[in-house]
């Protein structure tokens, strides 16, 4: 994913955990380059979820052996993209975050619609590192 600084200011959250909660799908847009199936998993607290379509995993060792098997078969080669579009304060060390992006086909240079989402990122401040604790996404366009 690459990231925007146009995101929305959120009340309440410090310049500097907007700037790490912002960072956050950098982090991922970096282990997807990478194939890095820990790296991905490491994004996520100990017991998070993850929600794609017909996909639900929760626990980083079960996110980690599902992208591990993603990044050597349907993913391989792929990219992936996106913007955030709203932060959310949610409760104090909780928030939000709304992005718009996409996986880019092996191959492919830039984004098809058909290939376009929209994700849900429940962060926490876990220790002083905003971690993902229920990353959910669905397509962006309404499939008749």
Known sequence: MTTSSSAPLVTGLSGADQAAIAAVPGRLVKAWAAQDAQAFADIFVDDGSMLLPGVYRQGKDNI????STAFGGPFKGTRVTGTPVEIKALAPGAVALITEG??????????????AIRASWILVNHDGEWLLAVY???PRDRVA
């Open 136 to 138: 959910q996404n669905c």
């Open 102 to 115: 996409g996986v880019i086909p092996a191959g492919e240079t830039t984004l098809p619609d058909r290939a």
């Open 64 to 67: 980690r052996d599902f992208m």
